[in-house]
T-cell receptor, first 113, second 109 residues
Framework: DAGVTQSPTHLIKTRGQHVTLRCSPISGHKSVSWYQQVLGQGPQFIFQYYEKEERGRGNFPDRFSARQFPNYSSELNVNALLLGDSALYLC????????????FGPGTRLLVL | ELKVEQNPLFLSMQEGKNYTIYCNYSTTSDRLYWYRQDPGKSLESLFVLLSNGAVKQEGRLMASLDTKARLSTLHITAAVHDLSATYFCAVTDDYKLSFGAGTTVTVRA
């Protein structure tokens, strides 16, 4: 069975641009969470979506937004990119909100110049 | 806000010896995870611990949970090179995971 997939794998942007990252959960999983992992640190929670609704939001500015589609895939959007947004962005899926292990995708490595 | 602390942050292991990584968390939680991350890669789930006294083992790794002490340990038996990676503990905090800073393990001959 396919695991969590993310695209693109790598991305280079300049300050002020916006970016869209994509995630497809494991088949049957209805909850998707996004995490930001800065080099040398543990992942930080950004958003959780379940049944296409935002169920939780971490301490990130409004430049970060996300959505979940009817097929449970998800997009993370970041506007007005800053150098500090350079990080590995991880998507995780689970069966339902608060249920079961969160399985992580390979991540999208974003570099902002 | 739930805090998760791991120690040590860096661990240089000698092949064949035993070591322990500690994970403390600040408030009650119903679930604790251990993940492994290889350089440049994503997180691989190792263990999920659900109750006080839970112990799980896989190969040379054994994880345990003491909910009263809010402490989990990851014990490595007879370290081998393949175990070189960064290990994270994470605790469920309502709908999200709160991670420790990670323990970077290097196994030397």
């Amino acid at each position: 069975d396919a695991g969590v997939t993310q695209s693109p794998t790598h991305l280079i942007k300049t300050r002020g641009q916006h970016v869209t990252l994509r995630c497809s959960p494991i088949s049957g999983h209805k909850s998707v969470s996004w995490y930001q992992q800065v080099l040398g640190q543990g992942p930080q929670f950004i958003f959780q979506y379940y049944e296409k609704e935002e169920r939780g939001r971490g301490n990130f500015p409004d430049r970060f937004s996300a959505r979940q589609f009817p097929n449970y895939s998800s997009e993370l959007n970041v506007n007005a990119l800053l150098l500090g947004d350079s990080a590995l962005y991880l998507c995780a899926s689970s069966l339902a909100q608060g249920e079961g292990t969160q399985y992580f995708g390979p991540g999208t490595r974003l570099l902002v110049l | 806000e739930l805090k998760v602390e791991q120690n040590p942050l860096f661990l240089s292991m000698q092949e064949g010896k035993n070591y322990t990584i500690y994970c403390n968390y600040s408030t009650t939680s119903d679930r604790l995870y251990w993940y492994r991350q290889d350089p440049g890669k994503s997180l691989e789930s190792l263990f999920v611990l659900l109750s006080n006294g839970a112990v799980k083992q896989e190969g040379r790794l054994m994880a345990s949970l003491d909910t009263k002490a809010r402490l989990s340990t990851l014990h490595i038996t007879a370290a081998v090179h393949d175990l070189s990676a960064t290990y994270f503990c994470a605790v469920t905090d309502d709908y999200k995971l709160s991670f420790g800073a990670g323990t970077t393990v290097t196994v030397r001959a």
